[in-house]
């Protein structure tokens, strides 16, 4: 019975990771509309809480420092981002999203919402609840909202 949870909860997992991922790839169709690239909405979605450093961003990131490094200048260029020294320690390097970066996150979060808004806007109320169900158990087992209300 065991090895048969076992096999049935690897399915779901199995399940869940695709469909998550190719639900996030049909949402991000429209994320070329922001000006923004997919990486530079990315660092900038870790600039959000506030200053980085290009080390803690790279690292955010799964990235290489001259990788993010080289990111970072190109988000300067287009006015997406900005480096600053930090104040105690004019040596360190901080990376904050300009408000034109704000900006340009939030217009690819609001479009990706409607495109999934409009996947599930066809649905009866039985599979929307059951959706809703399951956004709140994934919440739970992640230990927090995934988004605010």
Do not use: C, F, W, Y
């Amino acid at each position: 019975m065991a090895r048969s949870a076992n096999r049935r909860e690897r399915d779901i997992a199995d399940r869940l990771h695709s469909a998550a991922i190719h639900l996030l790839r049909r949402a991000r169709r429209t994320d070329p509309l922001t000006g923004v690239s997919p990486a530079q909405l990315s660092a900038l979605s870790v600039l959000m809480s506030g200053p980085k450093t290009l080390g803690d961003l790279a690292a955010a990131e799964q990235v290489r420092p001259p990788t993010m490094s080289r990111l970072v200048s190109e988000m300067e260029r287009v006015g997406v981002a900005r480096k600053t020294n930090d104040p105690d320690d004019a040596r360190v390097v901080r990376v904050r999203a300009t408000p034109k970066g704000l900006r340009a996150l939030s217009r690819g979060r609001s479009m990706r919402i409607e495109a999934i808004e409009r996947l599930i806007s066809d649905l009866d109320h039985e599979d929307l609840a059951t959706i809703e169900r399951a956004v709140g158990t994934i919440e739970n087992l992640l230990g927090q909202r995934a988004a605010p209300r």
